[in-house]
């Protein structure tokens, strides 16, 4: 079969007048993994939430949030930006280890769903703040099941010396804290293990912890309405125009089959990467061509301050030439950016179509974390940002 490819000749054509770097967004891909992410939602009976770290462009979030999903955010300027955009408060859950008291306070004051706790002390500030306040506040703890993600070390989060969540042995003191205060109100259990992770099997474990956790609660004489499963779902780095959209039903499927799932709960997921990734590209202009003593260089306008992965994980991006015609000879190249640091790089060993100045490259797979980890250093420009809707 052959693969259809985000980038028609009139796409090029269109996108070759913009300045680069910019980053480019498929709308019409996006719309198209959303409803399928809608179809399997439905189909299995769960709430979405989009994780909006993975990408905040408010453009991309009214249209995500178009869809019905509810939002994830990590910040106090992330359920801000989701309220701008419209997401009602009451699909809106906020998770962290750091929240601040003000970030707590504005998330008491909207009224969101709900909020994920991340530690003994912070269920103690939550509890106070909201005493002051004479709310109630809604929560969730989220509870490290040390569960290995299999995934890259910096986006794995549910190992039992990770920072993230409740350690087990707090639990306890966790739950007699929510028995005692008034002004909390429980309404589950919540989990992320990690990121990029496409091994289904990893999720088939958690499932078996979070049945073990949950009988715990009950036990415990606390009714657990809500469980969280968190995100994580991974997308195809190396091969986007062969799985632009992630398969969400086998994915929701593997909760499905492992979770005990009592018929007065529901189920939540936080999904950032699987909802975005395909859709965007970022696209850079090829400034010099330069060949070292074993190795060729393609130097390019965009770097590690547009799209950071490569530097911070190794994480690999597929990338295409997309100036050039048919019959160039193939050549191996480091695509490296303009900044002052050797890991300013956005590929290596790359395989491309012979490269030269002027052409513009597309870095696949980068709607997720990519322009929302964008720094300034070495005072760069912020890069640009084209929709194809808007073409
Ligand atoms: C980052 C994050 C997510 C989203 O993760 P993806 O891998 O992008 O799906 C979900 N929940 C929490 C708490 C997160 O921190």
Redesign the pocket.
Known sequence: MKKKSMFTPEIVQKLSRFRTPFYYYDVGLLRETLETLCQAAEQYDVNV?Y?L??NAEPHLLSIIREYGLGA?C?SGNEIQRALEVGFPPEAI?F??VGKTDLEIEHALEADIFCL?VESLQELQVIAELARLKDRIASVAL?INPNVEAGTHEY?T?GREEDK?GIPWKDVPAAVELLQQTPHLRFLGI?F?I????TDLNVFKRLCLRVNDIQRWFRQQGLPVLHLNL?????IDYDDPDAHPIPDFASYFQIFDRYLERRADQTLH???????V?QCGALITRVLYVKQGVERRYAIVDAGMTELIRPALYGAYHQIDNLTAEAGRKSFTYDVVGPVCESSDFLGKDVSLAEVRRGDLLAIRSAG??AAVMASQYNLRDPAGVVFSDML
């Open positions: 939430h994780a770290k993975a994830d990590v859950v998770a962290g994920n989220r986006i989060t993230f919540h992320h990690g990121s990029q992770i968190g995100g994580g779902l991974g997921f936080e999904l950032g990467r699987s909802v990734g997720a974390y």
